[in-house]
């Protein structure tokens, strides 16, 4: 899972998988939910995230797997 955080757009977008997704549904304004073939969510996008995600501390709990902070 990668969560990548763009001001230039104002918009965070968290990949959940490497599948390649076919389909995008926008649940609610500036929320965009995509699927892979077989329905799977693979990714979330957030328009004007400032607005909507309190990003000013991210808490990863009960995580396994391996945490990498790149800084850009």
Same mark, same amino acid.
């Given at each position: 899972?990668?969560?990548?955080?763009?001001? #230039?757009?104002? %918009?965070?977008? =968290?990949?959940?998988?490497?599948?390649? %997704?076919?389909? %995008?549904?926008?649940?609610?304004?500036?929320?965009?939910?995509?699927? #892979?073939?077989?329905?799977?969510?693979?990714? =979330?996008?957030?328009?004007?995230?400032?607005?909507?995600?309190?990003?000013?501390?991210?808490?990863?709990?009960?995580?396994? +797997?391996?945490?990498?902070? =790149?800084? +850009?």
């Amino acid at each position: 899972m990668t969560l990548n955080d763009h001001r #230039d757009t104002d %918009s965070r977008y =968290i990949d959940l998988s490497e599948q390649t %997704s076919v389909q %995008s549904r926008e649940i609610s304004e500036g929320v965009v939910l995509d699927y #892979d073939a077989e329905g799977n969510l693979v990714s =979330i996008d957030i328009d004007n995230a400032s607005t909507k995600v309190a990003m000013q501390r991210l808490v990863v709990n009960r995580m396994r +797997g391996e945490l990498e902070r =790149i800084v +850009g």
